[in-house]
């Protein structure tokens, strides 16, 4: 067993229900890789279709799959043929985590969502789109009451879920329990990214050995955004951003796993002082509804208090790499605190997300294991 | 030639004067390697003495050394003797290069002072000095106005001029291009610094190897402080800061040379566009006095347009490694103004800074070639 | 649970007997670090003191160390003390772990086995006499036949038995089937090492950062050698060599876990194919004694059929990081056959082996549990 | 000027013509970018064309090209327009530098040779043909004896002349000396290459980060071959393969720049000790036509006696990247001696290497400057 499977606590009550069969959509990918490694013994997921793109069409995903992982790839995945991605591939799933390229996505996922199929998207094709959350459970586990309106207006059966960019998730879980407690204002985050983020083959490695790149396409706008709408209230018009402000840098650094975000932010009551603020971080729990899932971290937040943590290489797998790690709370010169964060960006920020969506969409009745 | 050789433009007149005896002073590490290099074919500076730990007195420096440069050693120095860092040892030298550890500094520096030496030093022992300047030829060659004072303070028949932190160096060159044209208000940096910061041994490569360490003891109060004396202007009572104010993030990267700061800033007056603040960068000239040096930064600052720039493996280099470069100059979503600088560490921002400083005694008459 | 606790096999038959009392010697370094993670919930083995440099005397263990693992800490050994490296201090321990330094093991080590503890070492002290076995359990089990030789010689009441040199280990497994089922003749090793292979601070990033080591001092003798002594024969003055020679090349890579070794061999009845090879390798099983052992490899050898692995970050936790993973089978244009093998430095090569050797002493009776 | 132009002596006679018209086939990838860098401000040659794949045709160089060296792009090239690869497009070039792809070079380099175009290729080609050489001047000028044959046998005014691959270059010129003194009878070599190797993107992040790669396609084939035929001989047949034997393990490491190779070989003569090989190393002498010229090595071979040198970041631009750097050179226990070589993979090994065969055409009086 993984690192990364270490948030499958074992306590988790055994749902009282015949498994419930998922797809995965672009398996062959890094995030498609990772659904496998993590949906590999799933309490309550089976796995009945694995999606590639059409020239691999028939082959094994164990011949068709560059596997990246040092989790070995499990057999049943070897053995599973890869099927283009359409809806009538998906032999019987009701639920499908998509880990497509954006492009694809925009057209694939509204199909199966009219289907009747459940979505959990790895994909940004849709989370500007007011009725489609960003879910994140352990903090805004209530916006899938935005997912009634979203079948009303588009007439789906099914519906489409997202998880929020793999810097924003970490990011995001922080933001979520000062802002509870002290009221964020504005925010300015730096974030030194892993190339795994990138995807496969992704980033040259004669463009990264030894060096930063301080530029990743499109993610500085990800990052200003998603937060403010993951950390935003449902309305009868859809989910309504919060109103803070974040100034975001992306950089990508020759890290492999595990993206660190350095933060400073002012805060509407700022803490008496640091330890306040470590506190409420650490006190911070998830709401009811997500808090004993399979995929729920334990703990959501960890604060690290040794001068020099949290690291990507070292703190990223905490709780299975679903725990959000958090160091350095210190006052900020200017406003009012600086922090640093680390989180998975393939597990918290990417597969593991989506897994954990999933298992919401199943606690709070949407998906249906069959009959 | 090496790339970092490339300031010495062949066009400075030639000063004609006998070659000024000079010293380097903590010859054996990386910043010292760095002295003995950049000296080497100097036009003005011929290297008398080499210092070093008492332990290795008498020992040839090519023994001594752990050379750690892919220049090659140079011959002379490769059979100079080592000798122990004391005022009797310098062999004439009317010119020190310090790169002495702090607490070592804070001693011999004075008594050299007091001797008559001029140290230009890399150590952090006297920044904090008012009558010290921390000097950045191109842009505040005006402070060594303070150093009448200083002799006078003190007694000193010599004087000790600083350069700055290797983070704080190409930040505050930007910083007074921006400063000149619309006036800092506030500042928010996060580096990302490459290893040969932080000396040899240095970072284990157990800690740093496909990882980020965000913490570099000591180092934030640096660069919230540094840029402000440098920026700042000479009065009766020694260098008043400058006004603005700065928040620092401080953070090892696993590159070899080169250190990398984003930056945002709050203005007095915001350019019209982007353009304007691009302007204001590549039109930046250094006083007169500090113009036409061998050591000049040639251009002082180079503005990339391409997205992705600078990059310090690619970039720090740039004008033998003297040149700020910036890159990514575009508006922020809070304040006024996001871009990214890359600075050579241990030229621009230790061993190529004090030379460039220790020009200036020259050229304004302060250091004397031997009669 | 983590890659490296896979090898703690499930079904191995609960033992009968109270857990053991064990100590860890040396316990704050790399492999120190790498046996608390390996014995945090060993099903025979309870840690009962860990030991360190008499300077961090009284020091809870979670001050002490600099924690590099990126498992977590458990809670039981942050809280305990940290104890001088002496007889008196190790609290009861039937055995003790040793990763002390080689000349704190030539002395401390024969005091323990003098007053009946038995020492697993990971030193490299007495590696080199005939009446200590360098045990490696799924290929020379047998070797503990030696002990009996070792009490009578020195007057022992326990004894010392060593884990290989980190690259010996996997080289030393794939070796042996080869030779059993082709005879050995001569070797042609050259490893690309890990820097945890140097301890910590162990290697300066500034020396490995994107660069080859071609040297580490002392390595390519114990390559040389080692595996001759743990493929030898036990006989009436101790162990015989085995007759085949080595030639070595060790060299260090900028890895972090994980020893790769590229291997030329001449053998005495060539295999007819390289398949007959393959399959050789993939049928290599333990001694009897040392097959169902918590830490026994499961399997012992996987060989990789694709075209580009093994790879020391994707294989080297294979099996809990105590399998050894050969790939690249082909036939050697000069000698016989041509291979890759990769093992993971400082589980199978340190702490894992070293652990395993223990369970070894146990199952044979030579360490029993406390009345 | 940057360390790979160092072997640009300054002392080589001005040749008293105007400047060979060279062109520049494949000039966006690495090798390409290679020559635009050794090419500017070359004595002899003027670069009159850049070709590239024809769906950039038109394209100015600085704009098509994503300049990857530390060097500036010249302001020459960068205004060049792109031109795609064939005859007509060459501008009046009596020389072509090819850094084509394999099976473009294949179709396009026999045009080329046919109008009476010299091609230096650094594509592989036409390396296997007995009739074009494998020409690295420093060891084998002589075989340029064979371009008669070529030109007979294939009615061409021009010809082909190759380097080797990047891996053979530096372990020929070691082998050469070797070779001429004690004879050589078998070699057993292990590369550990550079990534600037692969090409651009070539290697993945994810695949090389912190990790090794224990293959690349093809190239053990190559290093096991070329080595004979460059120390072959010229026969009226073609050129005769070497008698001695290799066998090549070819790695894959994370270093940007540099092949490191060890080597281990039986000799015919064996040399008395050491010494008398390191002798052989540093005495090696080009033949007559090659000492002289702007790209001869200054020296061919540099033997360092430090324990752990030559390594690939610190040593590959030795001589400006012409230079083959051999250390470690001891008894090998098996074979006759050990040692390591460095070699600059796309200066020795690419495009300095073919500048260096341009001008030995052009010495010889193949390649004449234009009337």
Not at 7 to 22: D, G, R, W
Not at 29 to 52: E, M
Not at 329 to 358: C, E, M, Q
Request: aromatic fraction near 6%; hydrophobic fraction near 45%; charge should be neutral.
């Amino acid at each position: 067993m993984s690192p990364i499977s270490q948030s499958l606590n074992p306590s988790t009550p055994q749902v009282s229900h015949a498994p419930i069969p998922v797809a995965i959509l672009g398996a062959t990918g890094t995030v498609g890789q990772r659904f496998i490694s993590l949906l590999d013994g799933h309490p309550w997921f089976r796995v009945v279709a694995l999606t590639g793109s059409a020239r691999r069409d028939g082959q094994r995903y164990g011949e068709a799959v560059h596997w990246l992982l040092s989790e070995p790839l499990p057999a049943w995945a070897a053995e599973m043929p890869l099927v283009p991605t359409a809806p009538e591939n998906l032999n019987g799933a009701a639920l499908a985590f998509s880990a497509l390229p954006s492009d694809v996505a925009r057209e694939i996922e509204p199909q199966l969502a009219s289907c009747g199929v459940w979505v959990c998207s790895n994909a940004s094709a849709f989370r500007r789109e007011p009725d489609v959350p960003i879910l994140l459970p352990e903090i805004n586990a209530d916006h899938i009451a935005v997912l009634r309106q979203q079948q009303a207006n588009r007439g789906w059966k099914g519906g489409i879920v997202t998880n929020s960019n793999c810097t924003s998730s970490g990011l995001s879980v922080a933001l979520k329990a000062l802002d509870d407690a002290f009221g964020l204002r504005q925010v300015f985050a730096v974030s030194m990214q892993a190339i795994s983020g990138a995807g496969y083959p992704g980033v040259a490695a004669l463009d990264i050995a030894g060096n930063v790149i301080p530029y990743i396409g499109g993610e500085e706008a990800k990052v200003e955004w998603e937060p403010r709408k993951i950390l935003g209230a449902v309305t009868p018009e859809g989910i309504r951003l919060a109103d803070f402000r974040i100034s975001a840098h992306t950089n990508r650094v020759p890290v492999v796993d595990g993206h660190t975000v350095v933060v400073s932010v002012a805060l509407k009551r700022p803490p008496a002082d640091t330890e306040e603020a470590i506190r409420a971080l650490e006190a911070y729990q998830p709401p009811e509804i997500a808090r004993d899932l399979p995929s729920t971290p334990r703990p959501v937040i960890v604060v690290r208090r040794d001068p020099d943590r949290p690291q990507p290489r070292l703190d990223a797998s905490t709780g299975g790499g679903m725990t959000t790690v958090v160091g350095r709370v210190r006052p900020d010169p200017i406003w009012d605190l600086k922090f640093v964060v680390v989180s998975h960006n393939t597990v918290r920020g990417a597969a593991g997300g989506a897994v954990y969506n999933a298992e919401v969409l199943v606690i709070s009745g949407l998906v249906a294991a069959p009959a």
